[in-house]
Each structure stands twice: as C-alpha cells, then as structure tokens.
C-alpha cells in the first residue's frame, strides 16, 4: 500500500511564493510519475505538473516559469515550488500517483492567494 501526504499550503499575498511537499509512505520502490493537480471552487480538478521516475517534467501552461515540480528520493518528498502567485491559483492542491492498478491521492492542502 501507498499513502501520499500533503503539506505547505496557507495564504499568501499575490506575488508571494509557497512550497508544497507530498510525502510518500508504504511501498515506494513501485512508484513512477508523481502528479500535482489543483481543484478551485466550482471547477474541475486540473494537472498542473507532473515529474516523472527519471526527472522528466511536465507544467500546465498556466503555471510555467512560475511553479517548479522536484523530487528528493531521500526524503521520499515530491515538491512544488509555487512563485508569482496569482489570485486565480487558489485552490486545493492534490498530490497523485499510479501503484499496482491503483490511482492514489492525498488528502490535498489548501493554497489561497488573497490580499
């Protein structure tokens, strides 16, 4: 089994920077592409970047050469470095994989930016 456990989410000021972690537990020697999706009020929930076992990336358009996905295989922490943060990011972040047929997802953290 797999669990994914999220963190650093909080309010922030338009502009200001926040770092989410996921931190992965259980069985991890399987796990492949690590995945951070967003889910707004109202809207459906969106990928926003994806890194991949061998450190391939992938960010939705609207948050390139803003947010930055990386992987510490130490600490079994996938993060997402989020600058320039803008009142449309405001959302719940989800962290998700892929294990043994099973798509898996944390609980999610809450990101609001608001002045």
């Known amino acids: 089994q797999v669990q994914l456990a999220e963190s650093g989410g909080g309010l922030v000021q338009p502009g200001g920077s926040l770092r989410l972690s996921c931190t992965v537990s259980?069985?991890?020697?399987?796990?492949?592409?690590m995945t951070w999706y967003r889910q707004a009020p109202g809207k459906q929930r969106e990928l926003v970047a994806l890194?991949?076992?061998?450190?391939?990336?992938h960010y939705a358009d609207s948050v390139k050469g803003r947010f930055a996905i990386s992987g510490d295989n130490a600490k079994n922490t996938v993060y997402l470095q989020m600058n320039s943060l803008k009142p449309e990011d405001t959302a719940v972040y989800y962290c998700?994989?892929?294990?043994?047929?099973?798509?898996?997802w944390g609980q999610g953290t809450q990101v609001t930016v608001s002045s």
């Open positions: 259980g069985s991890i020697l399987s796990i492949g592409t």
């Open positions: 998700n994989t892929n294990w043994a047929g099973l798509t898996i």
């Open positions: 890194i991949t076992r061998g450190g391939t990336t």
